[in-house]
């Protein structure tokens, strides 16, 4: 383990509502595992305490990522495969019970982190060398994202995101594989989400300054939810502020934990770097670090990730044709060939659409009177199936809808922060925020047929009324209410436009809504002479 220094800090941020107050805080120095606690050192304690543990996990990955619970655990999921990776399917009782029986076993108070202690850990001995994050951290990045389409066919690009870097790990890595901060703590940001000993609260109104966890006064079995931090490999790198809560019952295989111990006297930290009667002694901890080593030399490098194409152009001369083609640059090399992939809307993920073995390709032009709504196509590299970055994306049916219209919401021409779900094979609505924070913002292009009045009415379902702003090239015309418990008069916003292409906004910060279409109609239009 590693020895924390004590310090003063000050926890929290203004970014989000439950990292506030920010807050000082007198932390005591404490011992930290080096690693995240491994599937071989799990399978000890379930060998000397044959521990029940959860035999339904979230583990398997389809379009939505991880959509529904299944038969898995941490033996047999679909993720791990190395003994010497992070444990996870076991869930939050299960990492606090391998504490208490490794503090009975060794006679060592061991347990996990206060949130508090792992924050202070994380931020104040980051590591601030002008290293990539992807040699720092195993997060969702470029080689994630090739994982993603040749394995499992889904995408982080335009849902979860990306760094644009490759770390060389598609999913789970053994643990140590990336370097550490300045006290020679590892994977502190990604490779598994940490299970930490504090109940979630929506604030810092309860953190104590000694920066202790926070545990429910009456019991600790009444924490209805526990807090999680540090992120995993299906995110890209997360700030060292951000929380994460899961329900007490959560088992999931991005979740697993890491060990601290409290130091009481200046005797027990000359006791335990001796290593007397410590199961972390420094005996164990070279055996530990030597036997991830070898893990780690007995990983086969992966395939270098291709390089990216470039000027990606839509060829639109053959007025009479139905048909368009995408043209680009880039250099195949024996074995390879190029990848071509579509969204159903601007701005969603990408699928594979088809390949090609030359530097173009040929895809339908969409009817004036279609449907379908904008979207988008890249390219990229695929090489012994490894997929390189995506091309710059082309847009493609970017044409004003005309007035009046029943529009629906996912026919934005752009977006930011949105989600689009299917409800039926016919239909979809849009939702968000995506990420969590921030404004959601949906811009549509539309055609007005003469200069005049139109109204707004937003279709859809809110569980309480929410508010978007709308603009009209960019000027604020008022606000549409969705929600059920709203009056009629009170739901739509009346504009002014003139004859001819305009763009409408639609803004706001709520979430717990879908929008389904969006109704424009004439209240009185200047008729042409």
């Not at 011992?31 to 959860?54: C, H, L, M, S």
């Not at 701005?347 to 279609?370: C, L, M, W």
Request: with cysteine; glycine share 8%; net charge negative.
């Amino acid at each position: 383990m590693v020895l924390v220094p004590s310090g003063e800090y000050k926890i929290g941020s203004h970014d989000f509502e439950d990292t506030t107050p920010l807050k000082d805080l007198s932390i005591n120095a404490f011992w930290v595992g080096k690693f995240e606690v491994t599937r071989a050192e799990f399978a000890e304690f379930i060998k000397d305490t044959n521990y029940d543990v959860p035999q339904q996990c979230y583990h398997e990955i389809g379009y939505w990522w991880f959509e529904q619970e299944s038969a898995g655990g941490w033996q047999n999921n679909a993720i791990n495969s190395n003994m010497y990776e992070p444990v996870s399917c076991i869930g939050y009782e299960a990492a606090v019970a391998y504490a208490s029986w490794l503090a009975q076993k060794t006679g060592k108070p061991y347990r996990l982190l206060s949130e508090a202690e792992w924050e202070y850990l994380a931020e104040n001995f980051k590591n601030d060398s002008q290293s990539s994050v992807c040699e720092r951290a195993n997060i969702a990045d470029l080689r994630g994202e090739s994982v993603a389409q040749s394995e499992f066919g889904t995408s982080y690009v335009n849902l979860i995101g990306i760094e644009s870097c490759d770390d060389k790990s598609g999913t789970v890595s053994i643990v140590g594989a990336y370097k550490p901060n300045k006290l020679g703590v590892h994977d502190l940001t990604g490779n598994v989400n940490e299970f930490v000993a504090d109940c979630y609260t929506p604030n810092y109104n309860q953190m104590p300054h000694t920066g202790s966890a926070v545990i429910s006064k009456e019991s600790p079995a009444q924490c209805d939810a526990v807090v999680l931090r540090g992120g995993a490999w299906h995110w890209p790198a997360w700030s060292n502020k951000i929380r994460d809560a899961k329900p007490r019952d959560w088992v999931g295989v991005l979740e697993g934990f890491r060990l601290a111990m409290s130091v009481a006297t200046n005797a027990e930290i000359a006791e335990i770097e001796a290593g007397i009667g410590n199961y972390y002694s420094e005996e164990s901890t070279q055996l530990l670090t030597k036997a991830i080593e070898k893990a780690l030399s007995n990983t086969k490098p992966p395939v270098s990730l291709p390089s990216a194409v470039s000027n990606l152009a839509l060829n639109t001369d053959d007025k009479g044709s139905n048909k368009l083609t995408l043209t680009w640059q880039g250099k195949l090399n024996q074995g390879a060939r190029f990848v071509i992939l579509s969204n159903k809307y601007m701005g969603g993920r990408f699928s594979i659409e088809g390949y090609s073995d030359v530097s173009s390709y040929v895809i339908d032009k969409p009817a004036q009177d279609s449907h379908q709504s904008p979207h988008q196509y890249v390219v990229a590299i695929q090489q012994d199936k490894v997929m390189g970055p995506y091309s710059s994306a082309i847009d493609i049916g970017v044409v004003p809808t005309p007035l009046p219209t029943a529009l629906q919401a996912e026919r934005f021409s752009s977006m930011d922060n949105a989600l689009v779900f299917p409800f039926d094979a016919h239909n979809s609505f849009v939702t968000g925020p995506l990420r969590g924070t921030g404004d959601i913002v949906l811009h549509y292009e539309v055609s007005v047929p003469a200069s005049g009045s139109y109204t707004m009415r937003l279709n859809g379902q809110a569980g309480a009324p929410v508010q978007f702003a709308v603009q009209q090239q960019g000027k604020p015309v008022g606000n549409a209410i969705l929600g059920d418990a709203v009056l009629d008069k009170e739901a739509g916003v009346t504009f002014s436009a003139q004859e001819g292409n305009t763009t409408l906004t639609l803004s706001t910060n709520q979430g717990g809504w879908q929008l389904d279409s969006i109704d424009i109609n004439s209240v009185n239009t200047a008729h042409k002479q």
